[in-house]
């Protein structure tokens, strides 16, 4: 069992950056596979980035590809979503993700979801 907890959501306007926070808790870390999803308000939820358990190899959504960065501080049990230039279609609830996989790019291989924080970028 592992629990996820976000934060570092919040109001900001187009070309802004946030850096959204997860922390993990209950189990090592490293065990998991971690990942990024988002819900924007009438949508479906949607990958955004994650990091492979094996090779850290990193996958990220064509549409955030260049703008978010994915990352890990295994020491702090921690990843980090670094959204650049938002836009207005990144308005979403982001959700921190884990897998007891090798890796998540879809929501039904996932097996532990946070509570969501929410970033809206005003235009």
């Known amino acids: 069992q592992v629990q996820l907890l976000e934060s570092g959501g919040g109001l900001v306007q187009a070309g802004d950056s946030v850096k959204l926070s997860c922390v993990a808790s209950?189990?090592?870390?490293?065990?998991?596979?971690m990942g990024w999803f988002r819900q924007a308000p009438g949508k479906e939820r949607e990958f955004v980035a994650s990091y492979s358990r094996i090779g850290g190899r990193i996958y990220s959504a064509e549409s955030v590809k260049g703008r978010f960065t994915i990352s890990t501080d295994n020491s702090k049990n921690t990843q980090y979503l670094r959204l650049n230039d938002l836009k207005p279609e990144d308005t979403a609830v982001y959700y921190c993700a884990a897998t007891r996989g090798f890796n998540i790019t879809t929501a039904q291989g996932v097996d532990y979801w946070g509570q969501g924080t929410r970033v809206t970028v005003s235009a």
């Open positions: 209950g189990r090592t870390f490293s065990t998991y596979a």
